[in-house]
């Protein structure tokens, strides 16, 4: 059974940055398309990336694009988030989740119409 271990977080100035790690166990992330969500205080998840099984499709929240990369290391069954150029307003809990035969598109923008499997999340706070 899939299990999925985010690590990576913590509290980091504006403009700073971090880089978290999905790590799964259980089977071969091979198979899985791999998303990342974050949740604010009192604001609703959001899809933040999402990346294909073998990293050649990649999807980005606006708010994120050109300051995030999402990347896989299937041999380490391992999928990262760089963040760079944080801001307050990335700040929150930082989720991965995975599923297979989804769309990049599908994964990030609409996780609650499928069954997905959750990490426990990660917490980033950012703040000077």
């Known amino acids: 059974q899939l299990q999925l271990v985010e690590s990576g977080g913590g509290l980091v100035q504006p403009g700073g940055s971090l880089r978290l790690s999905c790590a799964a166990s259980?089977?071969?992330?091979?198979?899985?398309?791999v998303g990342w969500y974050r949740q604010a205080p009192g604001k609703e998840r959001e899809g933040v990336s999402c990346?294909?099984?073998?990293?050649?499709?990649?999807h980005y929240a606006d708010s994120v694009t050109g300051r995030f990369t999402v990347s896989r290391d299937n041999a380490k069954n391992t999928v990262f988030l760089e963040m760079s150029a944080l801001k307050p307003e990335d700040t929150g809990i930082y989720y991965c989740?995975?599923?297979?035969?989804?769309?990049?598109?599908?994964?990030?923008?609409?996780?609650?119409?499928?069954?997905?499997?959750w990490g426990q999340g990660a917490q980033v706070t950012v703040s000077s």
């Open positions: 990346i294909s099984t073998r990293g050649l499709n990649t």
């Open positions: 989740a995975a599923a297979r035969g989804l769309t990049t598109t599908s994964l990030c923008n609409w996780p609650q119409n499928f069954s997905l499997v």
């Open positions: 259980g089977v071969t992330l091979d198979d899985y398309v």
